[in-house]
């Protein structure tokens, strides 16, 4: 078995160089974000002002910010916030867009027009100004921000599901079984889902970096997670973007840091979508 897993992560790196680089990518995040207490020099919150806009230094290895934390540290920690943010954000969007993408896709008719016009209702608000409206009514916060992703991502994502469950529900398979009596919640759960989990898992891994992306952007727009909570958007825009020109570290740092495993992520997604499901290939 573990010969078998290692012989086929060979032949992927091997065909998908970029992909195994990002599954290296995702990898380092979600250990940095499990054991950020164990591999952050410093507290993220630990101030010295005594040591305040220094340069990276073996001390402090990406320099410290205008209260002297350690901008290190702060990545970290900010590592959590984005996996958490992603992590969450694909959970929550995944259940609700799957129910309605096989609810589209399987009875079709009015039920799929209905729908389809509120997803397309959604999709005509453009995303950004969608977010900050979500967040502005429900306030800063992670977990505010968590549901403000979420809600537009879970509607506008089911419509891959739909497309691939109208491939599965005319199978012979599916027919057969509705001619046999089976209920329509019995083929939706039975037959539909497990045939279009390469579609939701790919759907997953590309929306994955995105969310990272887009709660970066609200926290630089002042919208996303309130300091002095390490967030990267958060680094850009109340440290980075002031310091920019007299302390370039603050903002390289977390630019680094954040266009790293946001390429990385979709590099891996990219990938994934080519091996499990190539007929997604082109659908970003």
């Known amino acids: 078995m573990f010969q078998s897993a290692m012989r086929w992560v060979w032949r992927f790196s091997r065909r998908k160089p970029l992909g195994a680089f ?22 993220p919150l630990l101030q010295n002002t005594g040591a305040a806009l220094e340069p ?41 867009s799957v129910t309605l993408g096989i609810i589209m896709g399987y009875y079709r008719g009015w039920v799929d027009l209905v729908l389809q016009r509120v997803v397309d209702a959604v999709q005509a608000v453009p995303g950004l100004i969608l977010l900050i409206t979500i967040v502005s009514i429900l306030g800063p916060g992670l977990w505010n921000v968590i549901f403000a992703l979420a809600i537009p991502a879970s509607i506008t994502s089911s419509r891959l599901k739909r497309a691939a469950t109208l491939q599965i529900s005319g199978r012979d398979y599916v027919l057969a079984a509705r001619s046999l009596g089976a209920t329509t919640p019995h083929i939706m759960w039975w037959y539909i889902l497990p045939n279009i989990m390469a579609t939701v898992i790919v759907v997953m891994s590309l929306g994955f970096g995105g969310y990272i992306l887009a709660e970066s952007t609200l926290s630089f727009l002042g919208y996303g997670i309130p300091p002095p909570a390490p967030s990267w958007g958060g680094m850009l825009a109340s440290e980075g973007r002031r310091y920019m020109y007299s302390a370039a570290h603050m903002f390289v740092a977390p630019a680094l840091a954040l266009s790293m495993v946001v390429f990385g992520v979709n590099m891996f997604g990219d990938a994934m979508r080519d091996v499990l499901d190539p007929r997604l290939r082109g659908s970003r």
Not at 28 to 38: C, G
Not at 66 to 94: E, K, N, P
């Open 56 to 96: 990276p230094s073996l001390q402090h290895l990406a320099g410290t910010d205008q209260f002297g934390r350690d901008m290190f540290s702060r990545l970290i920690f900010g590592a959590r916030t984005s996996l958490t943010v992603s992590v969450s954000v694909t959970i929550l969007v995944t259940i609700p």
């Open 22 to 43: 990002g599954g290296i990518v995702l990898i380092l995040l979600i250990i940095t974000a499990f054991f950020a207490e164990v591999i952050a020099p410093y507290g």
